[in-house]
């Protein structure tokens, strides 16, 4: 990917080695309404709730660092400025086109370990995410490594495929999609459709890419084999060695690489329909 060519973005905190700001008490309603925020947020809940930190109840208040003054400086912060502005140049061609709306540009946030966001206090073993309640992504490296190392995932287009992907979570709570999701409940079937929703659109950023020159041989390769290794299906017989289908949250690989590759081949948003 030639990622060293792009625009990089200024859209960016990066908060890496500063405190993550207030954590909520392990009791109560408000823990509900955090774990599922992060469910439609793609995230995982259990994570969440594992690592919500003060179980007996009090409410801590840590003032949140100032900048990174290393921001930008080393090459995964100028790796993901890059591919957020690719998708900023992207959707902000795309989204009046085809949706006849505006496009308004999210936040990315670097953190370790630990994060606190609208949707709540948590730690980066729910992986990356976005969060619509303020329309930032989230972002721990330490994941790279891990779809590099744990699910034999690597390269450069294959991050981009994951920052790509929460981009198209907030391409959805832009055109309301993510509201009528939580209007309707919920529920599994309707976030693995969520889920596979914003790959077909990490799909369509691809297809931008590669017009303007940026995709490389191989490449969409490496993103395939990213959104096959993070298929609910191969998770499962990873960790628990058998599949069950009806617990599917993000869709099995097969369904995220399909998705994605419709995206890229078409750049259409109107081929994106995953809830009918």
């Known amino acids: ?59 801590q208040q840590q003032q949140p660092g100032p900048q990174n003054p290393n921001s930008g400086s080393d090459e995964n912060a100028k790796f993901a400025r890059a591919v957020l502005g690719s998708t900023e140049d992207a959707w902000g061609q795309i989204l009046p086109q085809q949706a006849r709306i505006r496009y308004s540009p999210p936040v990315l946030v670097l953190y370790t370990n630990q994060i606190n966001s609208a949707c709540g206090y948590t730690s980066s073993a729910v992986g990356p995410f976005y969060c619509p309640g303020d329309r930032k992504l989230y972002l721990d490296f330490a994941f790279f490594d891990e779809l590099r190392r744990e699910f034999k995932a690597p390269g450069d287009f294959a991050q981009a495929y994951v920052i790509a992907h929460e981009v198209g979570h907030h391409v959805q709570n832009l055109l309301g999609t993510m509201d009528k999701v939580e209007r ?45 290794a993070v298929g609910d299906d191969t998770i499962q017989k990873r960790s628990q060695g058998y599949v069950v289908p009806d617990s599917f949250t993000h869709g099995s690989s097969q369904q995220r690489m399909q998705w994605f590759s419709r995206g890229m081949q078409t750049g259409d948003m109107r081929q994106c329909e995953t809830f009918r």
């Not at 909520?24 to 690592?51: E, F, K, Q």
């Open 1 to 59: 990917m030639r990622w060293s060519d792009l625009r990089q973005s200024s859209n960016v905190e990066d908060r890496r080695g500063f405190g993550g700001g207030m954590a909520m008490g392990g009791g109560g309603i408000g823990v509900l309404i955090l774990a599922l925020a992060v469910y439609l947020c793609g995230g995982d809940p259990r994570a969440l709730l594992d690592n919500l930190q003060n179980p007996g109840g009090q409410v």
């Open 184 to 228: 309707a409940g919920g529920g599994n079937r309707l976030s693995v459709a969520l889920e596979l929703q914003a790959d077909c659109y990490a799909g369509i950023w691809a297809s931008y890419a590669q017009k303007q020159g940026v995709v490389e041989t191989g490449d969409a390769e490496e993103a395939l084999r990213a959104a096959s």
